[in-house]
């Protein structure tokens, strides 16, 4: 039973996490890159318009941020529920 519960937390833990990734992969993606887009464009990063840097290369940036951050997440779900992969 102790198994059991373990399990069931952990795979909540576990979606939890993916839900975060998903909204900010959603937020950065399609929010401020389409969505918000022409209120970013007030904005300029590099001599161009907020909105468009997220849309070409700023999202790319926060996604390889996300990819390491998330497996630095998951690791201490692992280690704190003991299915670490030593």
């Given at each position: 039973?102790?198994?059991?519960?373990?399990?069931k937390?952990?795979?909540?833990?576990?979606?939890g996490?993916?839900?975060?990734?998903?909204?900010?992969?959603?937020?950065?993606?399609?929010?401020?890159?389409?969505?918000?887009?022409?209120?970013?464009?007030?904005?300029?990063?590099?001599?161009?318009?907020?909105?468009?840097?997220?849309?070409?290369?700023?999202?790319?940036?926060?996604?390889?941020?996300?990819?390491?951050?998330?497996?630095?997440?998951?690791?201490?779900?692992?280690?704190?529920?003991?299915?670490q992969?030593?």
């Amino acid at each position: 039973m102790a198994t059991d519960n373990n399990a069931k937390a952990y795979w909540s833990a576990t979606l939890g996490l993916l839900t975060k990734v998903l909204v900010i992969w959603f937020l950065v993606s399609y929010g401020a890159g389409i969505l918000f887009a022409d209120a970013l464009n007030s904005f300029h990063l590099g001599g161009y318009p907020l909105g468009f840097w997220f849309a070409q290369q700023g999202s790319i940036y926060v996604f390889i941020v996300l990819i390491f951050w998330y497996a630095s997440q998951m690791g201490k779900i692992d280690r704190k529920f003991g299915m670490q992969e030593d």
